[in-house]
């Protein structure tokens, strides 16, 4: 069951920059791609294009399991974590996990359960009232993760969420997304440069290459990396 359809999609920026060329890419549900390059090969363009943040120069996108908006962009069924975890600082732990319910109208009693169940994947269920300037850098990303996850997507996509971190906090985390990985039914799109960690999480590793930025090899990992 394909969750993201990209073919032959080409992006050029105003500035002339030519960031994709010729991508093709299929994402069914369940896979955990670990989209993996250099600096610069288009992976956050791409990742924004399947996100519906950006749109593409040539080639198409398509969602074929999403309910599709007047827009055409899909509605409701993907999440994003980005490097920088983007809190409100005036808002507690609460407050921030709640935004995207808050946006879509539910009222904070009927948001309340699935705050509780998004922080205590993350290990946060005690930091509800706390403020982001309380948290660590570590902490304030599975707050990010959380808000992310609250409103149940089907596909998260997370751009080297985890660069700005220490290794250790690093690596923390990356256990906590395998685990997540492995109790939903979730589907993971994980940009990266690093190929100690396309290894480490994924089923499946697409890399890209640059100038122009494509899929150059696309390959599944026979690894233990199973859901129960
Ligand atoms: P990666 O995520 O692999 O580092 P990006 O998708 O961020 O690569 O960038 C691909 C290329 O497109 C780079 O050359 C980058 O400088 C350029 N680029 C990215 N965003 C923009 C933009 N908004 N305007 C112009 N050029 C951009
Ligand atoms: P990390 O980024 O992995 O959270 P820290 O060294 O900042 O790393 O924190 C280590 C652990 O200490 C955290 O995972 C958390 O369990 C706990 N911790 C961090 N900040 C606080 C805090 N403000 N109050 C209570 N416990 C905290």
């Not at 009927?110 to 902490?139: C, H, N, Q, W």
């Not at 250790?168 to 985390?173: A, D, E, H, V």
């Not at 997540?180 to 480490?200: D, M, N, P, Q, R």
């Amino acid at each position: 069951r394909a969750l993201v359809v990209m073919k032959d999609v080409s992006k050029v920026f105003s500035s002339g920059t030519v960031a994709l060329t010729g991508m093709s890419l299929t994402v069914n549900g369940g896979e955990f791609v670990s989209l993996l390059g250099p600096s610069g090969c288009g992976k956050s363009t791409a990742l924004r294009i399947i996100a519906g943040l950006g749109d593409t120069t040539t080639g198409t996108i398509d969602w074929p399991s999403s309910r599709i908006n007047a827009k055409g962009l899909p509605e409701g069924d993907i999440s994003f974590v980005f490097q920088e975890p983007t809190l409100m600082p005036w808002a507690t732990v609460f407050g921030n996990v709640y935004l995207p319910l808050k946006l879509r109208g539910v009222s904070k009693h009927a948001a309340y359960d699935d705050i509780m169940a998004a922080l205590t994947r993350v290990g946060l269920k005690d930091f509800v009232d706390a403020y982001p300037r309380e948290l660590s850098g570590g902490m304030k990303m599975r707050v990010s993760i959380a808000r992310a996850l609250v409103t149940k997507p089907k596909l998260l996509l997370m751009d080297e969420p985890f660069a700005a971190l220490d290794e250790i906090t690093r690596q923390k985390l990356n256990d906590d997304v395998l685990r997540l990985w492995k109790e939903t039914g979730i589907t993971v799109i994980f940009v990266t440069h690093s190929v100690f960690e396309s290894a480490y999480l994924s089923n499946r590793i697409v890399v890209m290459k640059a100038r122009p930025g494509r899929v150059h090899a696309d390959f599944p990992l026979i690894t233990s990396l199973e859901r129960d």
